[in-house]
C-alpha cells in the first residue's frame, strides 16, 4: 500500500468519528487533528486498537487506535456478545469492574458498566479505585461470570487500559481470549454497541470488599511470632500515586506491622504521576524518593507498589547501610525461598506442592523448588498462563506460590493474578524473619547464592513506537529467526526454543522436537554453559524485548557484589553482541 491510498483510508476512517454519533468533544478534536496534525491523525486512525489476549492497551485520545469512551464501549459490547453465547439460560450473568488512578479509568469503567448492564449483565463496581487483585478476588468472592479492570499498569500517564477476567478470577486465556477478540472484531459501527446503560443492574462494592480481602490475606501470614518480636520494623512503603495507596498499609497492619512510612508526595492519588516520569517500580527512578525515605528514617525494607498494584518493587539495606534495589528475579527468589522454608519447618510439603514461573524467570526457583521436594512448572510469559496452571491443577496439587521477572508474584490461590498486597506483607514478613535471625533481606539473598550459585539476569529493551515501530519489531523478530545467532558471548549456541512454530531444535544435530508450550511469539538462544537469551515482542508496551540470563559458580572469597558485576560484564558483552543499543 503506498503512503497516497494509506492516507485516503486514515482520512476516510477519521470522517466517520464527525459523524453526530459522537459526542461534540470527540468531533472536534478530530477535527483538529483533520485541519492540521497529519502524523497524529495517522497514529489516530491507521487501524483499530487492538483488542489482544488480554484486553486493550494504548494512548488515550479520540481516534480507532486510541483508548477512549468508544474503543471501551465497542470492546465491552464484544465482551457481553461473548458472554451471551457462553452462558446461554443463565438467569443472572455477573461481572465486576474495577479501575486504578489513571486518567479516564473512572469513565471508562463506568462506560464498560453502562454498556454490560445495558445487555441484561448484573454489574458490580467498585466505588472506588482498587488494586487489580482485588478485582480478582472480588470476582472469585461475589462468583461472578467475568471481570473487568480499567488500568495500563505501570506504563506511562499517556496510557490507559482494560483487561478481561474470566469466573476463576484469572486473565482470559485459550479458548475465551480468542473468543471475545473474534466479537469485537466482528462490531463494525459504533451504532452496534449499546451506550443506554440499566442502572438497575449496577451495584456497588465498597469498603466491606477490602475487608474481607485483607482478612483472607492475613491468613497467609507464615511468622506470626516472629512479627509479634519485631512488628516494629521500618517499613518505607509508596504506592506511587496507586491503587496500593490504601490496601497495602492495611494488610501491613492486619499482620501486625506498626512502623509504616509513607512518602508524602506519593500518596497522594493522582493519574498524572507528577513525581516521576513512569510509575514503573522497575525503574530505579520510580523508587527515589522511597530510598531517600528509607535513608532518612533508616528502614529495613523498602517498598513501591505501581499503579493498580499488581507489581512490587524491593529496596533493601546493606551490611554497609546502604540501600540498594533489588531486580524481580532476585525479589522473587527471596519470596519463594521464604515461604518454602517456612513450609518446610511447618511440615506442610507432603509432595504435592508446586511453584510456578515463566519461561523468561530465573532458573535459581526451580533449584530453590528442587530442594524442598516441591515441584516447579514453567509456563508462557505473563500471569495469566501461572493462573491458568494453578486451574489445571486444582483438587489435583496445592499451588504454594507464583512469579515473574517483571516484579509480579503471587502466594496463596485465593487471588489469580500478580498481586503485590500480599507480596508486600510476605516481604516485611520475610524481613521479620531475616531479622530474628540478625540479617537483612540482602544478606539472606547471598546465602541464597552460596547455597544455590550465582544467577544474573538482565532484561532490556528497545522502543519502537507507532505504526513503523511495529512494523520494525516484527522485521527484527524475523530475523533472529532467519539468522539466529551462532555464538553467545564466544559460547555457541546448542539450543534453540521457537515458541512460534513450537519446537526446539539441537543446533549440533540439527534435530528437531515440539515444545509442549502454547503458541507464542518468542525466541530462546541456549549455551552449554545455562546462558540463555531471550527475545519476544512486549504485548502491552511498543517494545521488543531481550531477557539475558547467566549462571556463575559462587566464590567464598569474594564479594557477592563483585562476583555479580563480573556477570553483568558479561550481560553487557552479550547485549553489545545483539546490538541492543537503542
Known amino acids: 500500500m503506498n503512503a497516497d491510498s494509506s492516507d485516503s483510508q486514515v482520512m476516510e476512517r477519521a470522517k466517520q468519528w464527525l459523524s453526530p454519533v459522537f459526542d461534540m468533544e470527540t468531533r472536534e478534536q478530530v477535527q483538529q487533528l483533520i485541519s492540521g496534525n497529519h502524523d497524529e491523525l495517522v497514529e ?162 465498597g469498603p466491606e470488599m477490602d475487608e474481607i480481602y485483607s482478612n483472607t490475606l492475613s491468613s497467609l501470614s507464615l511468622s506470626p511470632k516472629i512479627i509479634k518480636k519485631h512488628k516494629e520494623i521500618v517499613i518505607v512503603y509508596t504506592p506511587i500515586h496507586g491503587t496500593g495507596v490504601k490496601l497495602v498499609p492495611k494488610t501491613l497492619r492486619k499482620f501486625g506491622f506498626t512502623n509504616i512510612v509513607k512518602v508524602p508526595e506519593q500518596d497522594v492519588v493522582d493519574g498524572n504521576f507528577p513525581t516521576v516520569s513512569s510509575p514503573n517500580p522497575e525503574e530505579p527512578s520510580a523508587m527515589r524518593l522511597a530510598l531517600e525515605k528509607a535513608k532518612e528514617v533508616n528502614a529495613d525494607v523498602v517498598m513501591a507498589t505501581d499503579p493498580d498494584a499488581d507489581r512490587v518493587g524491593l529496596g533493601v539495606r546493606t551490611p554497609e547501610g546502604k540501600y540498594t534495589l533489588l531486580n524481580g528475579n532476585q525479589a522473587a527468589s527471596i519470596l519463594i525461598y521464604y515461604v518454602l522454608q517456612k513450609w518446610h519447618e511447618a511440615n506442610r510439603i507432603k509432595g504435592r506442592e508446586f511453584i510456578v514461573k515463566t519461561i ?111 512494523e520494525e519489531i516484527s522485521r527484527m523478530m524475523v530475523g533472529f529467526r532467519k539468522n539466529p545467532p551462532l555464538q553467545i558471548d564466544g559460547l555457541p549456541v546448542i539450543t534453540i526454543h521457537d515458541y512460534l512454530s513450537q519446537e526446539t531444535k539441537d543446533v549440533p544435530s540439527g534435530s528437531r522436537r515440539p515444545l509442549q508450550l502454547p503458541k507464542s511469539d518468542v525466541l530462546q538462544f541456549l549455551t552449554a554453559d545455562g546462558t540463555k537469551v531471550s527475545v519476544r515482542p512486549s504485548g502491552t508496551e511498543p517494545k521488543i524485548k531481550f531477557y539475558i540470563a547467566i549462571r556463575g559458580d559462587f566464590n567464598p572469597n569474594a564479594g557477592i557484589d563483585e562476583q555479580l558485576a563480573l556477570l553483568d560484564e558479561r550481560i553487557s558483552r552479550i547485549a553489545a553482541e545483539l546490538k541492543i543499543t537503542r
Open 360 to 470: 523468561v524467570t530465573t532458573d535459581l526457583l526451580a533449584e530453590i523448588a528442587r530442594k524442598y521436594g516441591v515441584e516447579c512448572y514453567e509456563v508462557l510469559t505473563g500471569f495469566k498462563y501461572i493462573a491458568e496452571k494453578i486451574r489445571q491443577l486444582e483438587g489435583e496439587k496445592k499451588f504454594i506460590a507464583g512469579g515473574e521477572e517483571s516484579y509480579g508474584y503471587l502466594c496463596g490461590d485465593f487471588v489469580r493474578d500478580k498481586d503485590a498486597v500480599i507480596s508486600c506483607a510476605l516481604f516485611a514478613e520475610a524481613t521479620a524473619w531475616a531479622k530474628e535471625q540478625g540479617k537483612s533481606l540482602y544478606e539472606v539473598l547471598a546465602g541464597i547464592y552460596r547455597e544455590f550459585g550465582l544467577y544474573s539476569e538482565k532484561q532490556l529493551s528497545i522502543t519502537l513506537k507507532g505504526k513503523e515501530g511495529l
Open 44 to 205: 489516530s486512525f491507521y487501524r483499530d486498537l487492538e483488542f489482544g489476549t488480554g484486553g486493550l492497551r494504548g494512548i488515550m485520545g479520540v481516534g480507532t487506535n486510541r483508548m477512549n469512551i468508544y474503543t471501551v464501549g465497542i470492546a465491552t459490547q464484544g465482551l457481553a456478545n461473548y458472554l451471551k453465547k457462553q452462558l446461554p439460560g443463565i438467569p443472572e450473568v455477573r461481572a465486576a469492574i474495577a479501575f486504578d488512578s489513571r486518567n479516564n479509568s473512572i469513565k471508562f469503567a463506568q462506560i464498560a458498566a453502562k454498556v454490560l448492564s445495558a445487555n441484561g449483565v448484573r454489574v458490580y463496581l467498585f466505588d472506588s479505585l482498587r488494586p487489580t487483585p482485588e478485582l480478582s478476588f472480588a470476582i472469585r468472592t461475589l462468583k461472578c461470570h467475568c471481570g473487568i479492570v480499567v488500568t495500563a499498569s505501570h506504563n506511562p500517564k499517556e496510557y490507559n487500559g482494560y483487561k478481561v477476567y474470566w469466573e476463576d478470577g484469572a486473565q482470559v486465556v485459550p479458548p475465551h481470549d480468542s473468543g471475545i477478540i473474534a466479537e469485537v472484531q466482528a462490531i463494525k459501527n459504533i451504532s452496534e454497541v449499546n451506550f443506554n446503560g440499566n442502572e438497575s443492574l449496577i451495584s456497588t462494592i
